[in-house]
């Protein structure tokens, strides 16, 4: 099985440079498959050496998806795997994509992205926000404990796709920092391609400082309009629904047009901080509330701030924020 999956799959990590991260991913990969394809695309040349079964690609400093899109065109094996370099397999997790993916109707296949164990409160804070759908867009997708069916999406920190679909759907949008799988998913569902959740299909992932999900959510919101407009779905629609509260707060002069807008605007408030604080308390770790109501904080207005600073800033300024730590 493992020379049929090194034979038939090639492994696509996108990173902006060589870190921790990746080197563990790469490592974390070679314990299970020695000789399968990987090739990296960072935004610029490494001295670092790899071993022989390694492809740089150069690509500037780039989106994601503009990132697998160049790799793509690389992969000459039957299927790719897509994982993000903040992510790393514990078991032969591809092993039963390339089962899964004999089927015809089949598309692609993908599975659980875990949270790591961690002592750092801020990320497992985070991963705990993670299982709620208004931070993740499919929260079933951090847990192994979901059965196998088909759905209508699949992230594409933990994906197989046949290689003949990606191509043929021209890859993902490259002008989105965020939600790059969204275009992609919807091209697979429109053309009635099947994707499958498996959870014998799992990763690890990485969970964010709150520094860093603070910049995450600041870029989601930032697309989340233009997502919509694009590639209307369930999905992008919650990356525009993410932004909401931001936007209620930022309608305050209301309350002084009349009685029955002062009354609206104040129970929305109401409720608003109802669901911070409520948030805070299903998140909370340990007696840490205040750190718990901070980051329900995060996730409640810096959609919002996003999507208005995407009206303002320059697309350079969206580079310098868009962090993969």
């Given at each position: 099985?493992?020379?049929?999956?090194?034979?038939?799959?090639?492994?696509?990590?996108?990173?902006?440079?060589?870190?921790?991260n990746?080197?563990?991913?790469?490592?974390?990969?070679?314990k299970?498959?020695?000789?399968?394809?990987?090739?990296?695309?960072?935004?610029?040349?490494?001295?670092i050496?790899?071993?022989?079964?390694?492809?740089?690609?150069i690509?500037?400093?780039?989106?994601?998806?503009?990132?697998?899109?160049?790799?793509?065109?690389?992969v000459?094996?039957?299927?790719?795997?897509?994982?993000?370099?903040?992510?790393?397999?514990?078991?032969?997790?591809?092993?039963?994509?390339?089962y899964?993916?004999?089927?015809?109707?089949?598309?692609?296949?993908?599975?659980?992205?875990?949270?790591?164990?961690?002592?750092?409160?801020?990320?497992?804070?985070?991963?705990?926000?993670?299982?709620f759908?208004?931070?993740?867009?499919?929260p079933?997708?951090?847990?192994?404990?979901?059965?196998?069916?088909?759905?209508?999406?699949?992230?594409?920190c933990?994906?197989?796709?046949?290689?003949?679909?990606?191509?043929?759907?021209?890859?993902?949008?490259?002008?989105?920092?965020?939600?790059?799988?969204?275009?992609?998913?919807?091209?697979?569902?429109k053309?009635?391609?099947k994707?499958?959740?498996?959870?014998?299909?799992?990763?690890?992932?990485?969970d964010?400082?709150?520094k860093?999900?603070?910049?995450?959510?600041?870029?989601?919101?930032?697309?989340?309009?233009?997502?919509?407009?694009?590639?209307?779905?369930?999905?992008?629609?919650?990356?525009?629904?993410?932004?909401?509260?931001?936007?209620?707060?930022?309608?305050?002069?209301?309350?002084?047009?009349?009685?029955?807008?002062?009354?609206?605007?104040?129970?929305?408030?109401?409720?608003?901080?109802?669901?911070?604080?409520?948030?805070?308390?299903?998140?909370?770790?340990?007696?840490?509330?205040?750190?718990?109501?901070?980051?329900?904080?995060?996730?409640?207005?810096?959609?919002?701030?996003?999507?208005?600073?995407?009206?303002?800033?320059?697309?350079?300024?969206?580079?310098?924020?868009?962090?993969?730590?």
């Open positions: 099985m493992i020379k049929s999956v090194e034979k038939n799959i090639t492994i696509l990590i996108p990173s902006k440079v060589v870190d921790y990746l080197n563990n991913c790469i490592k974390k990969i070679r299970f498959y020695k000789k399968i394809k990987i090739i990296l695309i960072l935004d610029k040349y490494s001295k050496k790899f071993d022989k079964n390694i492809q740089i690609l690509s500037g400093n780039k989106t994601i998806g503009f990132k697998r899109n160049m790799g793509a065109k690389h000459k094996t039957k299927l790719l795997c897509l994982i993000d370099s903040d992510a790393y397999p514990n078991s032969y997790w591809l092993n039963e994509s390339l899964i993916l004999n089927h015809k109707e089949i598309s692609s296949v993908g599975g659980p992205n875990l949270s790591p164990k961690t002592d750092n409160i801020e990320k497992i804070l985070v991963a705990r926000s993670r299982k759908s208004f931070v993740t867009l499919n079933k997708m951090k847990s192994k404990k979901t059965k196998k069916h088909f759905l209508n999406f699949l992230p594409s933990n994906l197989v796709i046949k290689t003949s679909v990606y191509k043929k759907a021209k890859g993902m949008d490259s002008k989105f920092y965020s939600g790059e799988e969204i275009s992609l998913n919807v091209f697979q569902n053309l009635g391609y994707m499958l959740f498996d959870p014998k299909i799992s990763v690890f992932h990485m964010r400082d709150f860093h999900f603070s910049r995450q959510r600041f870029i989601y919101g930032s697309t989340g309009l233009w997502q919509f407009l694009k590639y209307p779905c369930k999905e992008s629609f919650m990356l525009l629904l993410g932004s909401l509260p931001t936007l209620f707060c930022l309608c305050f002069p209301v309350i002084f047009f009349n009685e029955i807008l002062k009354l609206t605007y104040l129970i929305g408030t109401m409720m608003l901080i109802f669901l911070i604080v409520m948030n805070s308390y299903k998140i909370n770790y340990k007696n840490n509330f205040f750190k718990s109501l901070k980051l329900s904080v995060i996730i409640f207005i810096m959609p919002g701030i996003g999507l208005i600073a995407r009206l303002f800033l320059k697309d350079k300024t969206f580079k310098g924020l868009y962090t993969q730590k």
